[in-house]
């Protein structure tokens, strides 16, 4: 196999050149380049059946290192009629997030960097700069200064942590002595929402402290928690010598985007002494618009908040924050420090490892801080500011229809909204199982097309689409065509029944 620097194969030992590592990295570039101008015209939803993509792969790895010109040519052959286009424009789906250039370039640097930030001294740069850049985005979210905050990959992690550090403060020697066979130990008791997000379910369960320990409150109308039911849930839970010991409260819940009453949450969970966890994941972020920090209302009294910036902040996936007001709980839950891990400055400066399961940690904020300091505050508010307007302007299209109606408020960037036309006289039960099979088969026609991408969710027992703005990409020219979209699947399923 020739070693030469122009060959694209590996040399006989040692890395890539740098001239070719230079050679493919600018060619890489413009494939990117190439990839956003045209991903439009790529179908959101990959057309791939399953398997597809592993019946054309070898079955074991090759012998012998291959020419990069042959590994880039299989990204657009093998790769990318395998991907669900995140970055295209009218990915509506879930809750529609993307990537942006100077999130990029952050990857890129730190996969270059490739430092492991278990200790300060393993890399300075990602500790030090992980604090300033987590305080820039908590002032810009408007959020008290004595929090502090941790990254970790995903929200289903943050929130995990918080309810561990929770749980370290009942004082339970649950962290030396555990909970598996334990006469003393009361049930543990968690309440959140029956809107809350299932990572708050798998928390739990690896915390071992059992689903059982996780109390579901009802929502009202708009599918906001319950304040006078959980405070009634807690004290029936009290009664029955248990132990409630957290509340999580969502702003911003995945179903439907609402907002819990935090302000009466709080002052709940203060009453009886309990951790106040907000689940922030998806809406957090647009606190960062000054007129919309009113949805953190009553989070300057949680004890923890969780934030995605991989969500709605522009952040290619992953970086979620905690926000903290007893880190030194999260500390008492993680940190364990073997000999090979001491270090002379370690009373002095954070060290990652202490915060959590994992030792060593990416340098996920170089990113951030690379995002921040691209767009400034007023860059991102207006580009999130731009995407409610957007959601706004769909959601009066849906109401100002006699054949769709809005299923939920709209605070943010997402619309839940049907089909609803008339049908013949038909009882209630068979209406609104004819609705939810019409619904169906309008978001599976639209996402069939190729060109837009929608998800689904249940409210009020009644199949809802929803369409979330999230992508940098999208304007208004993306909106109108997906309501285009959605009016002609409605006429032609209508057409034929
Ligand atoms: N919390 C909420 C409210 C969410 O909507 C989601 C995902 O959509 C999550 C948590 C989980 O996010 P992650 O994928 O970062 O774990």
């Not at 309990?274 to 920090?293: I, N, T």
């Amino acid at each position: 196999m020739p070693d030469d620097n122009e060959s694209g194969f590996a040399p006989q030992l040692g890395d890539m050149s740098t001239q070719e590592f230079r050679r493919f990295g600018y060619e890489l570039i413009d494939w990117i380049s190439n990839y956003f101008d045209r991903v439009e015209e790529r179908p959101v939803l990959s057309q791939i059946e399953p398997g597809d993509l592993k019946a054309q792969l070898p079955p074991s790895p090759p012998e012998k290192g291959e020419a990069m010109q042959a590994i880039i040519a299989d990204l657009d052959r093998l790769i990318v009629p395998a991907l669900t286009h995140w970055s295209h424009p009218s990915f509506f789906a879930y809750f529609a997030t993307s990537t942006s250039a100077p999130g990029i370039f952050g990857e890129l640097l730190s996969a270059a960097f490739d430092t492991k930030a278990m200790l300060w001294r393993t890399s300075p740069a990602s500790t030090e700069l992980e604090e300033v850049a987590l305080d820039w985005l908590r002032q810009m979210m408007g959020l008290d200064a004595r929090l502090t905050g941790i990254i970790y990959d995903t929200a289903s992690v943050s929130s995990m942590h918080a309810i561990a550090a929770a749980r370290e403060g009942v004082e339970q020697r649950i962290r030396e002595e555990g909970m598996s066979g334990r006469k003393d130990l009361p049930l543990l008791r968690v309440y959140a929402s029956d809107q809350a997000h299932s990572s708050i379910d798998k928390g739990i369960i690896t915390l071992g402290l059992g689903q059982r320990a996780l109390r579901k409150i009802p929502c009202d109308n708009e599918f906001r928690m319950d304040a006078k039911a959980l405070a009634a849930a807690i004290e029936e839970d009290k009664r029955e010598g248990m132990l409630p010991f957290c509340v999580v409260a969502t702003v911003g819940t995945t179903s439907s985007s609402s907002i819990d009453p935090v302000r009466a949450i709080v002052e709940i969970g203060e009453k009886h002494a309990m951790w106040l966890h907000v689940d922030a994941a998806y809406a957090g972020s647009a606190a960062v618009v000054p007129e919309l920090r009113s949805i953190l209302d009553g989070c300057e009294r949680a004890d923890s908040i969780a934030v995605n910036p991989h969500k709605w902040l522009f952040t290619p996936f992953d970086l979620s924050v905690l926000y903290c007001r007893h880190m030194d709980l999260v500390r008492r839950a993680f940190s364990l420090v073997p000999e090979y891990l001491r270090t002379p400055e370690q009373e002095k400066v954070r060290n990652g490892s202490d915060y959590g399961i994992q030792l060593g940690r990416r340098f996920r904020a170089l990113k951030l801080w690379m995002i921040i300091r691209y767009f400034g505050h007023e860059g991102l508010a207006a580009r999130i500011r731009e995407h409610c307007r957007l959601a706004r302007l769909f959601a009066s299209w849906v109401e100002r229809s006699e054949s769709w109606e809005r299923m939920a408020p709209v605070p943010l960037g997402l619309v839940c909204f049907r089909a609803c036309p008339e049908l013949d006289s038909v009882n209630e039960e068979t209406r609104e199982q004819r609705l939810d099979g019409l619904n169906e088969a309008i978001m599976h026609g639209v996402n069939a097309t190729g060109k837009a991408l929608l998800s689904h969710t249940r409210l009020n027992d009644k199949l809802t689409l929803r369409l979330s703005i999230g992508n940098i990409r999208t304007t208004e020219t993306h909106v109108r065509q997906v309501w285009d979209l959605l009016n002609h699947q409605l006429q032609t399923i209508r057409a034929h029944h």
